[in-house]
Structure formats: structure tokens, C-alpha cells
């Protein structure tokens, strides 16, 4: 595409200079460990957040690095920028980033549904990378990223025709603040015999319900996001719209229930899955065990099977409980975990940049 310094760092034969805005999150935090895991295909890495976090110093490769507030000058010589800040942010900075001639990798809500701008998953569409007349390529939501992989596999060979899907997600979904709520609710209830009476976990939490509508700790929430039309919430269409844009299916029926779990990071899905074709349990077994980024872990008579606090931390995505619809033969119920921040939101956002850094770096 027209990205500014493709050509010269082809030229150079240089290692590409990538800029992480938003490296004090949630997200960002643990884009700086898979910085620090991952082969290393970069040449400088700039740090850049608020002017509130500008100077601090964070680790990415063994080195202290010092934080830049986000300015034009930030950009300055960069060929790709990963956002992880919030959606108004990257909105504005995004398209400020590919002028000043970066490839600009955006986590945010803000482009994702964008006909301009490729959503990609590289196990599943990495060649939409390409395809960028904006010069900014967008990650998925954490939600649809959880579960995305594994589909995609069973889609290449059976051909998806629905997804019924309910999230049971993770309080790190809503940034630093809803983990920092979920440990303090967790907190204040530790110890006490609450959760016995109408209220009871309500009162004793008080105000501290942070970003989430009700208290966190020892409940469940039937809500995600912001409220849309018709009684939906915004990461119930996130689901579907996405979903049908990575798999290039625009009419497939996609229903979402997502809801919010007093888990700190890992969000899990179970999934009705329906197919064009028959399927058997075998043959998902044999597609997903081979599907790479997917780990089959589904043994139910050895108590084997994915859940949070194992899969916190991991990089693929974990499938078990894989049944056979019993009155539908073209069906399979899943239950699938994924880390949301690191496939979720960071590993899927390396990956996207480490395509285009391939691309960058091609003779
Ligand atoms: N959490 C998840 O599971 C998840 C998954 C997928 C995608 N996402 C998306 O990733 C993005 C980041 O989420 P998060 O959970 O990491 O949020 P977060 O923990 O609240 O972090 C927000 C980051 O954005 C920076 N920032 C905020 N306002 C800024 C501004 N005006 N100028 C420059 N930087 C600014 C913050 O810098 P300071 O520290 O300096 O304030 C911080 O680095 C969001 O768009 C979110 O929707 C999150």
C-alpha cells in the first residue's frame, strides 16, 4: 500500500521503528511482555501514552525505556503504531499516525467495522493485512478474539452457517479499572457470610461498582459495553459484526449473550456452532487439534477441560466440552477460553504488526 516508510526501510534493510501508544494500560502492559517474549523484529521501540504518564520509565527487552506523551512529533520516523487507547483516542491519533507515514494497528473500537480498514485475525485472514487504503488495519474485540480461531478451523471445513454464543467475561475487559474494582470488591467481601441476603453484597460494596452496573464479586452481570437499540449491548453486535467481517461471511446468523464474571483476565465462551455439513465430534477433534493457535483440551472424564485460571497467561485459544448438537446433526456445542489481553487484545495486535513488519522488511 502507500505507507510512507515501507520503501525506505526495504531499502535500508533496517529493522522497522515501532511506537506503542497507550503503554501504560491494561493492553499495553502486556504488549511490553509479548514485546519482550516474542522474536524480535523491531528495530527502536517508542513508548508513548497521556502527558499524565509522559517520562515514566517502563521495561520492554530487558531495557528501561522512557514514556513520550502523545504528540505529531511522536510519530516522527515510525513505520508501525499500535494503539491501545481508548476509542477517541485512536480515532483521532490513528489516521494523525498514517499521514505521518506509519501503518497504524489499531485495538480500539474505533475503525473495526470501517469498509476502509482490514479486521484481522493472521490465523484466519492475515492476507487482509494488505489491503489497507487507509493505512490502518484494526484488532478485533476481545470477545470475538477469544473464540475467532477455533472457528475459523471449523469453518474452513464445514462450512459455519450460525453462532450462538454467551460470553462469561473477564473484568480486565474493562481496562485497569475493572480489575482494580473486582480486587477490591473481592476484598471487601472476603471473610464475611455475604451473599446470603437480597443486597447483601450490594451494601457491603458500596459505591466501588466501577465501570461494571452492579457488584462484580460473588454475582454474575448480564451486561457488557453500552446499551444499543433494541435492548442489545454494544459487545453483543460487536460480536456478530465481526465475526461475519473476519470470516467473510456477511449474512451469517450470529446471536450474543454476553456476560461479565468475577474473573480477573480470561474471558470464556460457550458456543452453539451450526454447519453447512454433518459434523462428528471426531473430525472437530482431529480440525481443532491441528488448527494452529488452538490447544484441544477436552477429556470431561479426567476433569480435563479449559478453564480461567488455568488459561491466564497462555497465548492460544483453549477448546473442551465439544459435543454433538443431540438434535441437530450439522451442530457442535463448544466451550472455549482465551486470554483477553493476550490473544484478546496484545498477542493478535503483535502478530497483525508483525505481518506488516514482514511485508516492511521484504526485498
Ligand atoms: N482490556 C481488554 O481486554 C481489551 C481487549 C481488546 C481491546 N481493548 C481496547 O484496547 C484499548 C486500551 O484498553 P485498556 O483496557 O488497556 O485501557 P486502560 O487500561 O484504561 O489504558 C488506556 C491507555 O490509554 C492511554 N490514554 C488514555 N487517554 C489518552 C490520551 N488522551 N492520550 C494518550 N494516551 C491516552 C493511557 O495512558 P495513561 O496511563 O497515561 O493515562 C493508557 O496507556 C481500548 O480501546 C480497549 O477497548 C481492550
Avoid at 117 to 134: C, Q, S, T
Avoid at 276 to 289: G, P, S
Wanted: hydrophobic letters at 45%; glycine letters at 8%.
Amino acid at each position: 500500500m502507500t505507507d510512507g516508510h515501507a520503501a525506505r526501510t526495504a531499502r535500508t534493510g533496517r529493522k522497522p521503528t515501532l511506537a506503542v501508544v497507550g503503554a501504560t494500560g491494561a493492553v499495553g502492559t502486556v504488549m511490553l511482555e509479548i514485546l519482550s517474549q516474542r522474536e524480535d523484529v523491531w528495530g527502536e521501540i517508542r513508548l508513548v501514552a497521556s502527558p499524565r504518564s509522559a517520562g515514566r520509565k517502563l521495561t520492554v527487552r530487558g531495557e528501561e525505556v522512557e514514556v513520550v506523551a502523545l504528540s505529531e512529533e511522536a510519530f516522527e520516523g515510525v513505520d508501525v503504531a499500535m494503539f491501545d487507547v481508548p476509542d477517541e483516542v485512536s480515532a483521532r491519533w490513528a489516521p494523525i499516525a498514517a499521514a505521518k507515514g506509519a501503518v497504524a494497528v489499531d485495538n480500539s473500537g474505533a475503525f473495526r467495522m470501517d469498509p476502509d480498514v482490514p479486521l484481522v485475525v493472521p490465523e484466519v485472514n492475515a492476507h487482509a493485512a494488505r489491503m489497507r487504503p487507509r493505512g490502518i488495519i484494526s484488532n478485533p474485540n476481545c470477545t470475538t478474539l477469544s473464540m475467532i480461531v477455533a472457528m475459523g478451523a471449523l469453518h474452513a471445513e464445514f462450512g459455519l452457517s450460525e453462532l450462538i454464543v454467551s460470553s462469561y467475561q473477564a473484568a480486565s475487559g474493562a481496562g485497569k479499572d475493572g480489575v482494580d474494582t473486582l480486587r477490591a470488591q473481592l476484598a471487601a467481601v472476603v471473610g464475611t457470610e455475604l451473599g446470603t441476603q437480597p443486597g447483601d453484597v450490594r451494601r457491603a460494596v458500596g459505591d466501588t461498582t466501577g465501570p461494571f452496573p452492579a457488584p462484580l464479586a460473588l454475582n454474575v452481570v448480564p451486561w457488557a459495553g453500552s446499551l444499543k437499540e433494541d435492548g442489545w449491548s454494544s459487545e453483543e453486535l460487536k460480536v456478530r459484526n465481526e465475526s461475519r467481517k473476519i470470516l467473510g461471511l456477511p449474512d451469517l446468523r450470529v446471536t450474543a449473550t454476553c456476560v461479565r464474571v468475577p474473573v480477573i483476565t480470561t474471558h470464556s465462551l460457550t458456543v452453539h456452532a451450526r454447519f453447512e455439513n454433518e459434523v462428528t465430534v471426531d473430525q472437530a477433534h482431529e480440525i481443532l487439534a491441528n488448527a494452529p493457535g488452538v490447544v484441544l483440551f477436552d477429556n470431561p472424564a479426567e476433569g480435563e477441560f479449559p478453564t480461567p485460571a488455568d488459561v491466564v497467561g497462555t497465548d492460544p485459544t483453549w477448546v473442551g466440552r465439544v459435543r454433538r448438537s443431540l438434535d441437530d446433526p450439522n451442530a457442535l456445542e463448544l466451550f472455549v477460553c482465551g486470554d483477553n489481553l493476550r490473544k484478546g487484545a496484545a498477542l493478535n495486535t503483535a502478530q497483525i504488526a508483525e505481518v506488516v513488519a514482514a511485508e516492511l522488511t521484504a526485498p
